[in-house]
C-alpha cells in the first residue's frame, strides 16, 4: 500500500491563506455565485480574430463574455494582466482601474491562480500582438483552495497524474489532447461501423453468468432478487442472441471487467468495441478490421504511417497472417516444426521458459495449448507491424467454429500490433450441441481449478437452438488502439480515470 504523500508546509500554508480569502468573501456577499453566464468559448475566439490586426478589433470593436480559470496573473499598479484557461485554450485579460473601477481592481489582486473567474470586455491587441479581453467588468466565481502545482508544470509525480487526473488535465495540455483524440476516435470508430450499416445496441453489465471471453469476474449482489451476480467480462453471448433475433449487424463500444492485476497494458475495467455480422467469416472479418483501424489512423493522425514510441509503424501495407507455430518458427527459425507439433518438447521447454506447468490451463492442456503458451512466451512480443495469428486450437477456443479442413482448430485471429493484442474475432459456432459439449468441456476445467474457465450457459445453447446464422465478430480494445495512436506508452495515460492501489488512510 503506497503512502498517502505529505502536504509541504508551505501548500498548507497557502491552503490556510486561501481559506482566509474564502471567508472573506463569504462575509461580503454569496460566495460561488451562478448567475454567470459565458457567452463565448476563447479558441473559438482566437479562431475568428487572432489575424485581425490592432486596428481591426478597435474598429469593430467585439464585445465578448469569457470564463475560466486563472493560470497566469501579473499584477501592476493601475493594470493588471492574467491568463485565463477554458476547455478550448487560453485567452490574456486586461483589467484597469479605468474600465472595472478601482474595487474590482483591488479586488482581483487578491485572486489567485486557480480561481475561475467571469469577464465581460472587448476584443483587443496587445504591444506583442497578443489576442485579449479588455475587461469591463470582471468577477469571482469560484474560490480554488488548493494551488496549482508550481510554476504551472503540471505533475510530475507519475502516480499522482493518474490519482489526481483533474489537476493533471488543469495543467498538462498534451493530457487534455489525449482524451480530446479519445472522444474523437471513439466518435470516428462510431461513424464508420454506422457507415457500414450496423447497428449499435447496449447489452447488460450485469451477467447472472459471466461468459464471452476466458477471465476470471468480479462478482457483486443483487439484494432484491437475493442473487450473485457478476460484472460482465464480454458482450459477446447477448450480442450473438441479438443477431439470433434478426439484427444481423450489430456493434457495442462500452465497458468490460475482469479481475486481474494492473500493467501499463492492463486495467480491470476497459472499453471494448465488439461486433457481430451475419453471412460472413473470419477472413472477411479480418480485412474489415483493417479498414476500421486505418481509417482510425486516418481520421486521428491523417496518415496510416507514424510513429510509436520512437519506432516506425506502418498499417498501410496488407497485415501478415501466420498460424501459431508458422508465427514462432518466423521469429525463432531454431525451433522446427516437428518440435513445435511434440507435446513432449513442448512441455520441457515452457518449464526451462519458467512457466508453471501445473497452473490450471496447462495442468492437462493438449497440443493446441502448449503451443499458445510458447507463443506467448516467446513470439508475440515480437510482433510490431500489425500481424494476425490465425487458426487458434478449439480446446482453447471454445466459441469459435471450428475448421471444415481440420476440427482441432477454428476459424479465429487475433491482432498483434506493437507486441500486444488489439483485436479477436473468429467465425462464430452455430451448432448449439457443438457448443454445448464444449461448455461442458469448460465446465470440468473449472470444476478442476481454473478459474477463467466458463460457465456453462442453458439460455445462450436455447438462443443457438432458434438458429444463429453463419456469424462472424470481433472484439477491438479501443484503449489500446488509443494508446497506439496517441503515442501512449501506459495504458493508465489513456483512461481517465485508471484504477490505482489504496493510498494509506483511504
Not at 133 to 152: D, G, N, Q, W, Y
Not at 182 to 209: A, C, D, G, K
Not at 480 to 498: E, G, N
Request: glycine share 6%.
Amino acid at each position: 500500500m503506497s503512502e498517502q504523500p505529505a502536504i509541504p508546509v508551505d501548500e498548507n500554508r497557502l491552503i490556510a491563506e486561501r481559506r482566509e480569502k474564502l471567508h472573506a468573501w463569504r462575509a461580503v456577499g454569496q460566495a460561488f455565485p451562478n448567475d454567470f453566464s459565458r457567452e463565448n468559448l476563447v479558441g473559438r475566439l482566437d479562431e475568428l480574430y487572432s489575424e485581425k490586426t490592432r486596428e481591426e478589433l478597435e474598429a469593430l470593436p467585439i464585445t465578448v463574455k469569457v470564463a475560466g480559470r486563472i493560470m497566469l496573473k501579473r499584477v501592476m499598479g493601475k493594470a493588471s494582466f492574467a491568463t485565463i484557461q477554458d476547455m478550448s485554450g487560453r485567452i490574456q485579460l486586461f483589467i484597469s482601474n479605468d474600465a472595472v473601477g478601482e474595487a474590482e481592481h483591488a479586488a482581483f489582486k487578491h485572486w489567485d491562480s486557480g480561481d475561475i473567474i467571469g469577464c465581460e470586455g472587448t476584443l483587443m491587441k496587445t504591444k506583442t500582438n497578443e489576442l485579449t479581453v479588455h475587461c469591463s467588468s470582471i468577477r469571482l466565481l469560484t474560490k480554488s483552495l488548493r494551488p496549482l502545482p508550481e510554476k504551472f508544470h503540471g505533475l510530475t509525480d507519475v502516480e499522482q497524474k493518474y490519482r489526481s487526473r483533474y489537476v493533471d488535465l488543469i495543467t498538462n495540455e498534451q493530457t487534455r489532447l489525449t482524451f480530446v483524440a479519445r472522444s474523437r476516435m471513439v466518435q470516428s470508430i462510431r461513424n464508420y461501423m454506422t457507415h457500414h450499416h450496423f447497428l449499435e445496441v447496449e447489452t447488460p453489465m450485469m451477467h447472472p453468468l459471466p461468459g464471452g471471453a476466458a477471465a476470471k469476474p468480479f462478482k457483486t449482489h443483487h439484494n432484491a432478487l437475493d442473487m450473485e451476480l457478476f460484472l460482465r467480462i464480454a458482450p459477446e453471448l447477448y450480442l450473438k442472441r441479438l443477431v439470433v433475433g434478426g439484427f444481423e449487424k450489430v456493434f457495442e463500444i462500452n465497458r468490460n471487467f475482469r479481475n486481474e492485476g494492473l500493467s501499463p497494458r492492463h486495467n480491470p475495467e476497459f472499453t471494448m468495441m465488439e461486433f457481430y455480422e451475419a453471412y460472413t467469416d473470419y477472413r472477411r472479418l479480418m480485412d474489415f478490421t483493417e479498414g476500421l483501424l486505418r481509417h482510425s489512423a486516418r481520421e486521428a493522425l491523417g496518415t496510416e504511417v507514424f510513429s510509436y514510441q520512437g519506432r516506425e509503424l506502418n498499417l498501410s501495407k496488407p497485415f501478415a497472417r501466420h498460424t501459431i507455430t508458422g508465427a514462432i518458427h518466423h521469429y525463432h527459425p531454431g525451433y522446427s516444426f516437428e518440435q513445435l507439433n511434440d507435446i513432449a518438447w513442448l512441455r520441457q521447454k515452457l518449464a526451462d521458459l519458467k512457466c508453471d506447468l501445473n497452473a490450471p490451463h496447462l495442468r492437462h492442456a493438449g497440443l493446441g495449448a502448449l503451443q499458445l503458451a510458447l507463443f506467448e512466451e516467446t513470439t508475440e512480443a515480437e510482433l510490431w507491424e500489425p500481424t494476425y495469428i490465425i487458426d487458434y486450437p478449439a480446446e482453447v477456443s471454445p466459441l469459435a467454429r471450428r475448421s471444415d479442413s481440420n476440427p482441432d482448430i477454428t476459424e479465429r485471429f487475433e491482432l498483434f500490433i506493437v507486441g500486444r493484442e488489439i483485436a479477436n474475432g473468429f467465425s462464430e459456432l452455430n451448432d448449439p450441441e457443438d457448443q454445448a459439449a464444449r461448455f461442458m468441456e469448460q465446465a470440468r476445467a473449472k470444476e478442476a481449478g481454473d478459474e477463467e474457465a466458463m460457465y456453462y450457459d442453458a439460455d445462450y445453447i436455447r438462443a443457438l437452438e432458434y438458429g444463429l446464422p453463419p456469424t462472424g465478430g470481433c472484439g477491438i480494445g479501443i484503449d489500446r488502439l488509443v494508446m497506439l495512436l496517441t503515442d501512449a506508452a501506459s495504458i493508465r495515460d489513456v483512461i481517465l480515470f485508471p484504477h490505482m492501489r489504496p493510498e494509506r488512510g483511504e
